[in-house]
């Protein structure tokens, strides 16, 4: 089954849960051109968040990308209410749920540093092309090098028009 991360994305934006999307889905959403194979999103750690990404994380069927299908491990709230990731499944395509990214940073440290963005009604934070390519600055494997390099180039050709 192909991935829909878009809709997975929606279905995230519709349970209420406070996040910022991060990794190669945000710099696509702001143009730049990348191919992406899951969602990356740093949540809000609260009791209150967590709850409601267990309830739309029930809805999706999700269970740890670590372990084989047959094997079903789904994420607790302790886990969700951690700095740590969590790599899943779902029935719409992967989801990762950072705890923190890169320095140790949270959902109220790239939250302020994310930017609105609206899809199909909904208005998402985005963490802006200036701090995904300085959470990469650092990175050691080409992949991530190359990523910087397009985001660095993407936020020159903004800046110019």
Do not use: W, Y
């Not at 519709?14 to 143009?31: E, K, S, T």
């Not at 990469?136 to 390099?149: F, I, M």
């Amino acid at each position: 089954m192909e991935p829909d991360l878009r809709a997975l994305l929606l279905e995230l934006a519709d349970c209420g849960a406070d996040f910022v999307v991060v990794g190669g889905i945000a710099a696509v959403l702001q143009g730049v051109p990348l191919a992406t194979f899951d969602l990356d999103v740093v949540h809000s750690r609260s009791s209150e968040n967590v709850l409601k990404l267990l309830e739309l994380l029930a809805r999706l069927d999700a269970s740890s990308r670590l372990r084989p299908p047959s094997e079903v491990l789904r994420p607790g709230p302790e886990a969700l209410g951690g700095p740590g990731h969590q790599l899943l499944r779902t029935r719409l395509g992967p989801l990762d749920l950072l705890g923190s990214v890169e320095g140790g940073l949270g959902f109220e440290e790239l939250e302020g540093r994310s930017e609105p963005f609206l899809l199909e009604g909904r208005t998402l934070r985005v963490l802006s092309l200036q701090a995904l390519a300085e959470l990469k600055k650092d990175a050691t494997s080409p992949k991530d090098q190359l990523s910087r390099l397009m985001i660095l180039e993407t936020l020159r050709l903004k800046q110019e028009s």
